[in-house]
């Protein structure tokens, strides 16, 4: 199992990145790298790439509304040149919210879009000089859409690899399907292992019978909050908001993909709450109403004896790499809790 550790986006970023190294030593092996309504991940991770030797990077995720297909493998291929072979591109639909609201660009068709982007990356990796015909893209342009005066043309600098991995942001189930065919990695958020071969079993499965065996086994990537010892549960709190604001406030009635996985999990009442609360503002009061059972099984907080059982289960559901949050109020403390989750974890 790798052990991965996602940066905060909101802040303290050149602090952070100043550490890796540490984390690097005390056998962290991926970073995952976001991109909301933020700072763009690509610059950072062109940073990273700069400051790191062995560390993988990952996008996690780069939307595929807001970059053409081509320009996101132009930047994967550029971020791979860098950091010499260690990228992995994050993919993901993110949500009508931001994609709509920030970007100002139709939020339509995310699965189909998602398959032609990949495919269209894969294309230009290959250096193929490419022509493609979808249903969302067409390369070149056609001449009635344009001038006429488009041609294939393939990239001009050789990739580090001719296959840099994907990974897909993915829950729900036709999505996760898609993911589970085509895609290197998949990234689902809020894992409860106990829930998830309930939950997304099934898309799995359909997903990897029609797998391409060269794509090899499919890494699936869990996010947990991490800290160990006897007088830490209080910090399953700190994941209350971010809960709520996901269940509760990433998008309306019907169109809140984290309030159906809320309700997918058996916690239809709470969900409902919660997003009635938060929409009408009182956003305190639906945080208290997240189910704490739901905080503790998808966090890595307890005893040295509870995030043992945890990792347990996370790998017998399928889990291959494990994202952390290291809670922690020094740097020395935090390493000290990737190098134990590293050990427990081995």
């Not at 909301?36 to 062995?54: K, N, P």
């Not at 041609?151 to 690899?161: D, E, Q, S």
Request: aromatic share 8%; hydrophobic share 40%; charged share 25%.
């Amino acid at each position: 199992m790798r052990i991965g550790m996602a940066l905060n986006y909101s802040g303290g970023f050149k602090e952070t990145v100043a550490e890796l190294a540490d984390y690097e030593q005390a056998g962290l092996d991926i970073v995952f790298v976001a991109e909301a309504y933020s700072f763009d991940a690509v610059s950072q991770m062109g940073y990273i790439a700069a400051r790191t030797e062995r560390l993988e990077i990952a996008s996690g995720i780069l939307p595929i509304y807001s970059r053409t297909p081509t320009l996101l493998a132009m930047t994967a291929a550029g971020l791979d040149y860098v950091s010499d072979g260690r990228f992995t591109l994050g993919l993901g639909a993110s949500g009508p919210q931001v994609i709509e609201g920030f970007h100002g660009v139709p939020y339509t068709a995310p699965l189909g879009r998602t398959r032609e982007v990949i495919e269209i990356c894969r294309q230009v990796w290959q250096r193929e000089r490419l022509t493609y015909s979808g249903k969302h893209y067409t390369l070149p342009l056609p001449p009635e859409q344009g001038t006429g005066l488009g041609k294939p043309l393939k990239l001009i600098n050789h990739p580090v690899r001719p296959r840099i991995p994907i990974v897909v942001a993915a829950i729900g189930p036709k999505n996760v399907e898609l993911t589970a065919e085509i895609a290197e990695g998949w990234e689902p958020i809020f894992y409860v292992p106990e829930k998830a071969g309930e939950v997304w079993g099934p898309s799995l499965a359909a997903g990897r019978a029609r797998r391409d065996p060269s794509l090899g086994p499919l890494d699936t990537i869990a996010q947990a909050a991490l800290a160990i010892g006897d007088d830490v549960q209080g910090l399953l709190e700190l994941g209350r908001g971010m809960a709520a604001l996901y269940i509760g406030g990433m998008g309306a009635k019907g169109r809140n993909f984290y309030n159906e996985l809320a309700r997918r999990y058996g916690y239809e009442k709470e969900a409902e709450q919660i997003q009635d609360l938060y929409l009408e503002g009182k956003k305190q009061e639906a945080a208290a109403l997240v189910p704490q059972e739901l905080l503790e099984k998808m966090s890595l907080i307890g005893s040295e004896g509870f995030v043992r059982d945890r990792i347990q289960a996370l790998k017998e559901s399928g889990v291959t790499t494990l994202n952390v949050t290291p809670l922690a109020g020094t740097h020395e403390e935090r390493l000290r809790l990737v190098e134990k989750v590293k050990d427990l974890a081995a």
